[in-house]
């Protein structure tokens, strides 16, 4: 299947950061096969399929490394509320009161806010129970995601939210063997143990274990996010989080650990020697008064570093357009104004994005060979700068939001076209989500 896509221009995102104008591209079972130049476009045979987008830049699919899709019905519910006690009052509570209509209702909102948001590719932490409809949802959709349910075999906060270890595994292991490398692999398994705080020795001991049975698997936790929790956790095993993920030998190159806010010198020459993958999620961090991870420094020790909105009850929204504003904008009072510029963010949000998951190979550029993810926003509407068309990544990064987003392209299929293609019926998903919460409310 053979198709045409023309753009105005096309952000690449390659190692040159080229920007290239008056080039269409060949799209071919999925994957981008070629660019053509305009003037050519009419050698062109007619039977093709042509997609004209003449009017909108041509952006790789965002990939955001940290998301909670379950908890997408909660959002607004857990405001003001620092990190264990939003988990302990709220979090926790509604996550343990879904059932499989609520999950789905959760998993729904969030996909679709992704997708219309221009994020193609997602890590995503799953909840403990039901698991199998989050993978369900993906696939319907079309997203391409790594997922897992989140495990929890210990619970101080909130002791009914948890089951014992074998439970953990045994289910685990399953839902791994039905969807790992599922929907012509792009669904991929992220084995997710919450954090410390919620799993035994045992058992993040035994999931990186059974990793080696899942090629191209991730292991994805919570990580040095707040101070009590990292007080809880040094009071507990001795260690700060990084220093015991290292003693328990869960760092590598397949872990990504979100937040990563309080490190000590010492963990962050962990994360380097072990190649770990750091998911920074600047809006939750300031919304849950977590902090300001030390990005810049970060990055000056070559440390991963992508983007992740975190759930929707933490910041209170999935776009990645705020992530990136504000993954600029916060560094700059503490590190100075050039610290975090425009294309070094939009990189995070695209080919970072995709090397903290092993897919940089398939995704994050618009590059020949690589799946046709891909984005095309408006950069002449709602407050752009004037010669946005000069002047790109400052445009999407420093002004640009979700309502940019024209369309959404996955393996070369249409997703989502503001005009012509949506994802659900939205206002009866919102129906359905306004049922499905009371009901929730009423279990909690
Ligand atoms: N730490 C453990 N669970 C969570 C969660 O759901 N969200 C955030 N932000 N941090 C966590
Ligand atoms: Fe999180």
């Not at 950061?17 to 008056?22: P, S, T, V």
């Not at 909660?74 to 264990?84: K, N, T």
């Not at 920074?280 to 000056?300: D, E, F, R, T, W």
């Amino acid at each position: 299947m053979k198709k045409i896509i023309i753009p105005k221009n096309i952000v690449t995102v390659n190692n040159e950061n080229e920007i290239l104008k008056n080039n269409a591209i060949l799209v071919e079972d999925g994957l981008i096969k070629e660019f053509i130049p305009i003037n050519n476009l009419s050698n062109i045979s007619n039977e093709l399929e042509i997609h004209n987008y003449e009017n909108y830049t041509l952006v790789p699919g965002f990939v955001q490394t940290h998301i909670h899709l379950c908890q997408t019905l909660f959002r607004g519910l857990a405001d003001d509320l620092e990190l264990l006690d939003w988990l302990q009052k709220r979090i926790f509570p509604f996550e343990n009161s879904h059932d499989k209509n609520s999950l789905r209702i959760s998993a729904q909102l969030g996909i679709n806010e992704l997708l219309k948001g221009g994020t193609t590719t997602i890590l995503d932490m799953g909840t403990l129970h039901h698991q199998e409809i989050i993978f369900e949802e993906l696939i319907k959709s079309g997203i391409r995601a790594f997922a897992g349910n989140c495990m929890i075999d210990r619970n101080d906060l909130y002791p009914s939210f948890s089951e014992s270890t074998k439970w953990n595994l045994e289910n685990t292991y399953q839902w791994a063997k039905n969807f790992h490398n599922s929907s012509n692999g792009k669904i991929k398994f992220g084995f997710a143990p919450r954090f410390v705080l919620s799993c035994s020795e045992e058992l993040l001991i035994e999931t990186k274990e059974m990793m080696k049975e899942f090629e191209g698997s991730l292991y994805h936790t919570h990580s040095s996010e707040n101070k009590k929790e990292v007080e809880t956790v040094r009071n507990l095993t001795g260690k700060d989080n990084v220093e015991y993920f290292d003693s328990i030998k869960i760092l590598d190159d397949k872990t990504v650990l979100a937040h990563c806010i309080h490190l000590s010198d010492e963990e962050i020459s962990l994360l380097k020697n072990n190649n770990s993958r750091v998911s920074h999620c600047p809006s939750s961090n300031l919304k849950l008064g977590s902090g300001i991870a030390n990005i810049p420094k970060l990055m000056k020790n070559n440390i991963s570093i992508s983007l992740g909105a975190d759930g929707a009850p933490c910041n209170n929204s999935l776009s990645i357009f705020k992530e990136m504003h504000l993954a600029a904008l916060i560094q700059k009072p503490i590190h100075g104004p050039t610290s975090m510029d425009a294309l070094t963010v939009f990189r995070l949000a695209t080919i970072e994005g995709a090397k903290a998951l092993h897919l940089d190979n398939e995704i994050g550029s618009i590059e020949i060979g690589k799946k046709a993810d891909f984005v095309l926003l408006d950069l002449n509407k709602n407050d752009q700068p004037i010669n946005a068309d000069e002047n790109i990544y400052s445009s999407i990064v420093y002004s640009a939001d979700k309502s940019n987003v024209k369309a959404v392209f996955i393996n070369g299929e249409i997703i989502y076209d503001n005009n012509s293609k949506n994802i659900y019926d939205e206002n009866e998903l919102s129906e359905s989500a306004k049922i499905e919460l009371k009901k929730l409310i009423e279990r909690a």
